[in-house]
């Protein structure tokens, strides 16, 4: 109790957090990169205040119960390994607020920038009216396209009930369920029978070898939502399988494959996967239009 006693700002309580971060050796990856911004993430929402705030503001004293919630918070976050937006149940995608728990993967897909770029200049938006989004998880895709293309009827799927009702507080929270249709299905299996002008997917992709390495805190992510076999290909290829029917003849598949990339293109060298480029930052994204998809042979 001293130790909170001797924090008294803002600006106390992100030095001390910074330097119990580096201490534990946390791991960032969850829509922050440094402890620095960790700190600033879980305390200001902690504090309720919005994170663009001005910077005297650090130098505000706090009251003895602000103290105490900032240090059980920070606490719980070196403890238990959790990352911030599990810890604050939300995350920010497309510059849009999501709830989020452990039922559903944190979002941080670089398909957002694709999103708020209007798929340019891959993509005439104008042309789009259907779009499917297969492993929707908390639903961000989804809604983030609903935001943004108010002419597009949206398909969200999701094999997990858990992930579905998440996505459900979230279609609600950015009033877009008139819009979003969430379907309970295993890719695939259980979608209408329809044509969708664009579908969009970030599936499970990581490999055996990379999920032996994940660091604490994506332990709590789950597993249902990262591993996809030994080469972390499994969804991906069943993806490619089955895709062609649900598109139309001038439709287009984006999907995320992340660091299996590499080992899909050593699968697959014959098949012309454009894979897209990130001005904020990520890999491992492709693309491929119907007629491509149509000229795929599998064994």
Known sequence: MNEINELVTIRDFMRWAVSRFNEAGLYFGHGTETAW???????????????????PILDAHLTSAERQAIFDIIRRRIKDRLPVPYLTQEA???GLPFYVDERVLIP????????ANEFAPWIQMDTV????????????IAIACAKQFPQ?????????????AVAKINTL?????????????????????????????????VDANDMAALPPEYLHEPLLG????????AATIKILQYVLPYLNPNGTLIVEVGN???????????????????????????????????KIHFS
């Open 260 to 294: 299996s990339e590499y080992a899909l293109k050593e699968s697959f060298p014959d098949i012309p996967f454009i894979w897209l480029e990130f001005q904020n930052g990520g890999s491992g994204v492709f693309m491929l239009t119907a007629e491509q998809i149509a």
């Open 226 to 233: 990262l591993a996809s076999g030994p080469d972390g290909l």
């Open 37 to 55: 911004d960790e700190a600033a993430a879980l305390i200001l929402h902690t504090l309720h205040l919005p994170h663009n705030m001005d910077q």
């Open 173 to 205: 929270r950015h009033q877009v369920e008139d819009q979003v249709h969430l379907i309970q299905s295993d890719l695939f299996e259980a979608i209408p029978s329809k044509k969708y002008d664009l579908i969009l997917s970030n599936p499970p992709y």
């Open 108 to 115: 941080r897909s670089p398909i957002a920038e694709l999103i």
């Open 129 to 140: 009216h259907s779009i499917l989004d297969l492993c929707t998880g908390s639903g961000c």
């Open 152 to 164: 597009c009827e949206i398909d969200a799927s999701d094999i997990s009930t858990d992930a579905l």
């Open 92 to 94: 920010w995608f497309a």
